[in-house]
């Protein structure tokens, strides 16, 4: 833990799983794992304590990119809906924005 620590300070960011370099790869595993377990409850506190010294260790850069995408369809699903426009249609829709609202709109139920 104290080796990522100090990657981490000294590299100013987080170890990315596809780096050219294994050490690199290795350390990104080892806070995926440690992700896994905070997110299981059944982190060690003594990891939960010495990783709050690295901010963002614990979120996952494309599950925050996922929800930027989602946040960002529904405030455009209310724009639309808020200059009077029906809900989206399927078919026979106006437009592509439309469509794509919908098709979004129907993907909500898979989870």
Request: hydrophobic share 35%; glycine share 8%; with cysteine.
């Amino acid at each position: 833990m104290e080796e990522v620590i100090a990657w981490v300070t000294e590299a100013g960011r987080l170890p990315r799983g596809r780096s050219d370099y294994q050490a690199e790869r290795s350390m990104e595993a080892w806070i995926r794992q440690r992700r896994s377990e905070a997110a299981a409850g059944t982190l060690h506190p003594s990891y939960r304590d010495g990783l709050a010294r690295i901010p963002g260790w614990d979120s996952n850069a494309r599950t925050a990119a996922d929800e930027a995408r989602w946040q960002a369809r529904l405030v455009e699903l209310v724009r639309y809906r808020a200059q009077g426009n029906d809900w989206p249609r399927h078919r026979a829709y106006e437009t592509e924005q439309e469509h794509a609202l919908c098709v979004w709109i129907h993907g909500q139920g898979r989870s």
